[in-house]
């Protein structure tokens, strides 16, 4: 395999889903799309564009002048209407969820902040260790730096 080779998939255009999008309503001010973009890092095709409206979870002061596109690549399948709804149910809440990682804190901390760098998927939560954790074997012998 070369590095020039591409994950091509191909599905027939989820016509269902586009319906369910025309249709959807959710909090004040957020939008939602479906469209066919390029989302960076060399990845590009059809897209669900949630986008929100709120709070910047380090400046709330702010009021909800923040907004944020999501970008949520469609899955290449023919799906009915019913597995899409699903589907396009579950991006929202993967939104929250982002959101809730954005916002928890704990004595100022926010233990479980989104990782938003080149190639990580913000929408999991991921437990952030201390650097004892990292040094700590299954055995619980801490290593010495």
């Known amino acids: 395999m070369t590095e020039s080779a591409e994950n091509r998939q191909i599905a027939p255009y989820p016509q269902a889903l586009a319906d369910l999008v025309a ?7 957020w939008t939602v799309t479906l469209r066919d973009l ?3 890092q060399g990845s590009e095709g059809l897209t669900l564009v949630i986008c929100t409206m709120g709070y910047d979870s380090y400046h709330p002061e702010r009021g909800q002048t923040y907004g944020v596109y999501h970008y949520m690549p469609v899955p290449p399948a023919a799906y009915d ?3 899409w709804l699903r589907w396009l149910f579950d991006q929202f809440c993967l939104v929250e969820l982002h959101e809730a990682m954005e916002f928890f804190a704990v004595g100022g901390d926010r233990p479980y902040a989104p990782n938003h760098g080149p190639g990580r998927n913000p929408y999991v939560v991921h437990e952030l260790g201390s650097d ?3 040094r700590t074997s299954f055995r619980g012998v801490v290593r010495d730096q």
């Not at 249709?23 to 001010?29: C, D, E, G, K």
């Open 81 to 83: 209407a019913r597995t």
């Open 38 to 40: 390029d989302r960076g």
């Open 132 to 134: 004892v954790d990292v």
């Open 23 to 29: 249709q959807t309503a959710y909090r004040p001010n």
